[in-house]
């Protein structure tokens, strides 16, 4: 059974650093990419960040380049987002999500609040 | 950047009625990377529809999806209570993922 677990989310005050994982398990993690999508609270999805299987390839929606980093651990069967500078707008819960062009399986996300 | 229109914003039906929900390219996508999704409150989005008219695994037969270039349509026939949440089209390209601002199927 495919399994994707997040940890990682909590407040953090405006500025600050944050950084999220997900636990693969259930499928060979390194033959597929990997995705972040993230959605504020109300709001609707927004893809954030993905990965190829090798990591050679990382693509960034616009509003999050430069700030986060999106990484893996093939060995660990685990995914990553680095997360600085954190903005209210980056307040969300974050869904690590297994696919290329379109999300197959999802975890059940892991919330992150940015607020002073 | 394609952007997805999804119309209506909200749908309001009865158990048994058919729900046809539209999903509006800014530009041509391929109709390989249009999928749909399904989320109800608390929970994470669950794929449906890929390739715009292929089921996932175990996704019942009253689900299908149609259409290619800029328009797409999600069908749900004889709505089940289980039915009603609100569902978002996708489409992949330029290494990116784009989502519409979803349809909320609620009941009448």
């Known amino acids: 059974e495919v399994q994707l677990v997040e940890s990682g989310g909590g407040l953090v005050q405006p500025g600050g650093s944050l950084r999220l994982s997900c636990a693969a398990s259930g499928f060979t993690f390194s033959s597929y990419w990997m995705s972040w999508v993230r959605q504020a609270p109300g709001k609707g999805l927004e893809w954030v960040a993905n990965?190829?299987?090798?990591?050679?390839?990382?693509y960034y929606v616009d509003s999050v380049k430069g700030r986060f980093t999106i990484s893996r651990d093939n060995a660990k069967n685990s995914l990553f987002l680095e997360m600085n500078s954190l903005r209210a707008e980056d307040t969300a819960v974050y869904y690590c999500?297994?696919?290329?062009?379109?999300?197959?399986?999802w975890g059940q996300g892991t919330r992150v609040t940015v607020s002073s | 950047e394609i952007v997805l229109t999804q119309s209506p914003g909200t749908l309001s039906l009865s158990p048994g009625e058919r729900a046809t929900l539209s999903c509006r390219a800014s530009q041509s996508v391929s109709s390989s990377y249009l999928a749909w999704y399904q989320q109800k409150p608390g929970q994470a989005p669950r794929l449906l529809i890929y390739g715009a008219s292929n089921r996932a695994t175990g996704i019942p037969d009253r689900f299908s999806g149609s259409g290619s270039g800029t328009d797409f349509t999600l069908t749900i026939n004889r709505l089940e209570p289980e039915d009603f949440a609100v569902y978002y089209c996708q489409q992949y390209g330029s290494s990116a993922w784009t989502f519409g601002q979803g349809t909320k199927v609620e009941i009448k």
């Open positions: 999500a297994r696919g290329y062009k379109y999300a197959y399986y």
């Open positions: 990965i190829k299987e090798d990591g050679s390839e990382k």
